[in-house]
């Protein structure tokens, strides 16, 4: 389907696609339709790649270039990007437009991985070992933005104290508002959560298509697992429950705690982390 001269260009469709995943999440959280619209615009730029591609193969290729699965897995992403569009442009539906391109997201990698790993060039093993690169690239990105939460959540917690105990001075001043340390914590969850979504699902197709050994019952990769679920099980009570102030911060925390405890001590644990 693709040379991989043109790498970059793949790359760059994956990072775009990732960017859009990233503002529909948003919306689809906060109905934030500044985040839709830049997601809708980055979308745009990758359908406009795909089918650049798709009417190049197209001239290039005397048979139908999708009758195989791995390249039927390029024109499946293309409808669904295609009709997500439609649909985000035509209708308000947050749940289908954010569900459909977290598949297309998936699809449109496992096609890249997949057509790397079957075409024997210097530059397979390259993007493979890009992948893997970019994988714990945005892993650590989302780490370093739940630890802002987590000073955030802390912080938010002392000014509780403080003001509690009613010790009235110039640190309760610096320390901020506590409206605003509880919405910096809880965005700075939000952007941190898609990140690592992405993360994982590039670090499960990285180890698919390596040829390393890769098991579902690894204490990290379950530990990451859990680790997204319980920052999304943060966003549930704090979105959908109306969960604020001091709960949450020590959800925040304790959150934080266990992905520490994923990043030091399940890392030591696993078949494939080091």
Do not use: C
Request: hydrophobic letters at 55%; aromatic letters at 22%.
């Amino acid at each position: 389907m693709f040379s991989l001269d043109y790498k970059w260009i793949y790359e760059l469709i994956i990072f775009v696609y990732a960017i859009s995943l990233i503002g529909y999440f948003i919306d689809f959280v906060q109905q934030n339709r500044r985040a839709n619209r830049m997601a809708f615009w980055f979308l745009s730029m990758v359908w406009i790649l795909q089918t650049i591609f798709l009417f190049g193969k197209m001239l290039s290729s005397e048979q139908y270039f999708f009758l195989t699965i791995y390249d039927g897995l390029y024109f499946y992403a293309w409808i669904l990007i295609t009709f997500s569009l439609m649909i985000n442009r035509l209708f308000r539906v947050d749940f289908f437009v954010f569900f459909t391109n977290v598949l297309g997201f998936f699809i449109m990698s496992l096609h890249i991985s997949t057509k790397a790993q079957m075409v024997e060039h210097v530059q397979s093993n390259e993007l493979v070992g890009d992948i893997l690169i970019i994988h714990i690239a945005l892993a650590l990105l989302s780490y370093g933005i739940f630890t802002l939460s987590f000073i955030f959540a802390l912080m938010y917690l002392l000014q509780y104290w403080l003001l509690k105990k009613k010790k009235w001075n110039t640190q309760l001043k610096r320390l901020g508002n506590l409206d605003q340390l509880d919405y910096f914590s809880f965005l700075s969850v939000l952007i941190g959560v898609p990140i690592l979504m992405i993360a994982i699902i590039l670090g499960v197709l990285w180890a698919y298509i390596s040829g390393e050994a890769f098991y579902w019952y690894d204490v990290k990769t379950i530990g990451s697992f859990i680790v997204l679920g319980v920052y999304i099980g943060y966003l549930v009570f704090r979105v959908v429950k109306g969960f604020k102030g001091k709960q949450i911060a020590i959800l925040n925390v304790n959150a934080f705690l266990f992905l520490l405890v994923n990043y030091f001590l399940f890392s030591t644990l696993s078949n494939f982390h080091f």
